[in-house]
């Protein structure tokens, strides 16, 4: 503990940036033990990620914004979550109507490229979130163990968002390596976040209700507009226990994780 106290913020942020990130690549490894023609697995995979989402947007970005822009106040909270939450939505919405026009995008790929998307900009403020908290901590030991819990607590929340990025790209006839690999993307961008987040944290503490509005409405623009689609079309009643077992794994984890 002491020689981690002795490293630099930013390292110190680095360093548990790293470990979230891990999380997220273990969590897309899965992929690797599922078949492509197991369709009623990955059918309730999809439905799984899809409530993992829709809890995430909700407990991990939407409540920790209105905790930190309700301190400005009802009128100003209210603003900052409504513009935030469209302005992200709108941003899936736009995108999909941009990559729909590449051909490289075209069907499963374009699902799988804002999959990538939203669970990268929700995975942005949570790094923004280990980087404040590590570089507020001005040498307290009793504040490193909070930090490191928070880190902790993200990491362990990141695993099943591995999983609902690379599984829905599996079920689509992605290969398991690239599946893998567009999974795991996905959470390396919490590393410069945190880097970012533990050397400007007064800077980044003003934006981070923005940034986890806006993560939340894109994650909700992606799970009406992929995830629920084509899982529901398969399997209404498999997509459903998924959505519903998705939701509260990470509705438990969120609050039990603090």
């Known amino acids: 503990m002491e020689h981690f106290l002795a490293l630099p913020v930013w390292a110190q942020a680095l360093t548990a940036t790293l470990f979230t990130y891990l ?9 690797f033990f599922t078949k492509r023609g197991g369709k009623k697995f990955l059918t309730a995979a999809s439905g799984l990620a899809a409530g993992i989402m829709i809890a ?21 909270a209210a603003l900052v979550l409504t513009v935030g939450f469209l302005a992200g ?15 490289v995008f075209k069907g499963r790929n374009k699902g ?17 979130a280990v980087g404040v908290a590590f570089g507020s901590l001005a040498g307290a030991q009793g504040a490193l163990v909070s930090a490191v819990m928070l880190a902790v607590g993200i990491g362990i929340q990141n ?6 990025v690379a599984m829905p790209l599996r079920r689509g006839g992605m290969r398991a390596g690239r599946a893998f690999f567009v999974g795991q993307a996905s959470g390396f ?10 050397l400007a944290v007064g800077f980044v503490s003003a934006l981070l209700p923005w940034a986890l ?28 226990l998924g959505v519903v077992a998705g939701f509260t794994l990470m509705m438990f984890l969120d609050i039990f994780l603090g």
């Open 23 to 31: 999380m997220t690549a273990a969590g897309a490894s899965l992929v």
């Open 56 to 76: 995430a947007s909700f407990f991990s970005l939407l409540l920790p914004a209105l905790e930190q822009a309700g301190a400005s106040g009802r009128a100003s």
């Open 89 to 103: 939505g709108a941003f899936i919405m736009l995108s999909d109507v941009l990559l729909s026009r590449m051909a």
């Open 112 to 128: 799988g490229a804002l999959m990538c998307a939203a669970m990268t900009l929700h995975n942005i403020p949570e790094g923004f």
């Open 159 to 164: 695993f099943p968002e591995g999983l609902c």
């Open 189 to 198: 961008a919490e590393v410069p976040a945190g880097v970012l987040g533990a």
């Open 213 to 240: 509005a806006f993560s939340a409405g894109a994650m909700i623009a992606v799970v009406c507009s992929e995830l629920i689609p084509e899982s529901f079309s398969e399997n209404k009643f498999l997509a459903s």
